[in-house]
C-alpha cells in the first residue's frame, strides 16, 4: 500500500494535532511530524497545509523574532481550528476502530 496516500488523506488532521499540543512554525511542525514517525512528509505539503488551514480560518498566526535568522511566522489552533480537530480526531478514531476490526477477523 503507498503510504504517501494515506498521509495526503491525514495531513490535515496531523497538522492539526501538533498544534493542538503547542504554537508552531513551519519548519517546527514539519520536524514535530518527523519525529512522530511521518518521516515521508514533505517541506511543501506541510507548509501548503498550514496556508490552507489560515485561509480556512482554523489557525491563527504571529510573528516572532528569531536570533538565528529571518522572524518566524508561527500557528496556532482559534475556536474553529479546535472544533476542526475534535471532529476530525474522532471521525480518525472511527475509521481507525473500523479497519482495525476488519484486519482482525481477515486474522482470525
Not at 517541506?43 to 490552507?52: E, H, K, N, P, Q
Amino acid at each position: 500500500m503507498d503510504s504517501s496516500q494515506l498521509l495526503k488523506g491525514v495531513l490535515d488532521l496531523a497538522v492539526l494535532a501538533v498544534l493542538n499540543e503547542r504554537d508552531g512554525y513551519g519548519y517546527d511542525v514539519l520536524r514535530r511530524l518527523r519525529e512522530a514517525g511521518l518521516e515521508e512528509v514533505g517541506d511543501a505539503s506541510v507548509y501548503g497545509t498550514l496556508r490552507r488551514l489560515f485561509k480556512a480560518g482554523a489557525l491563527t498566526s504571529y510573528v516572532v523574532a528569531s536570533d538565528e535568522g529571518p522572524h518566524r511566522k508561527y500557528y496556532g489552533l482559534n475556536k474553529v481550528g479546535r472544533s476542526m480537530y475534535a471532529t476530525q480526531a474522532e471521525t480518525w478514531a472511527s475509521f481507525a476502530a473500523t479497519m482495525a476490526s476488519l484486519l482482525e477477523e481477515e486474522r482470525g
